[in-house]
Nanobody, 114 residues
């Protein structure tokens, strides 16, 4: 079972990015899935999570700017990030919530320039 995040990059403040997370090696994901991020020198934090019934919860820092979604038929999750700020710069990863069911895969770097 492997999680793979992609879609990061360098963007100017106010720009947008769409991240994709794919779960391979498992028939389907039955858990709440989440996007996490870790900025240099800081602990990993959850930014958004979504249940199997598509109920979404966001951290206050991204509420109204980020949208999490999932396609259960493809074992894929997305994070649409709008109005990006320099403080959103981090490595973004995906995992279950809580992050106890899968090993961490490689994250994707998001860099927002001011």
């Amino acid at each position: 079972v492997q999680l793979q995040a992609c879609g990061g990059g360098l963007v100017s403040a106010g720009g947008s990015l769409r991240l994709t997370c794919a779960l391979s090696g498992s028939q389907f994901a039955i858990y709440t899935m989440a996007w996490y991020r870790q900025a240099p020198g800081k602990q990993r934090e959850m930014v958004a999570r979504i249940t199997q019934r598509r109920t979404a919860v966001y951290d206050d820092s991204v509420e109204g700017r980020f949208i999490i979604s999932r396609d259960t038929t493809k074992n894929t999750w997305y994070l649409e990030m709008n109005s990006l700020k320099p403080e959103d710069t981090a490595v973004y990863s995906c995992n279950s919530f809580p992050a106890v069911y899968y090993d961490w895969g490689q994250g994707t770097q998001v860099t927002v320039s001011s």
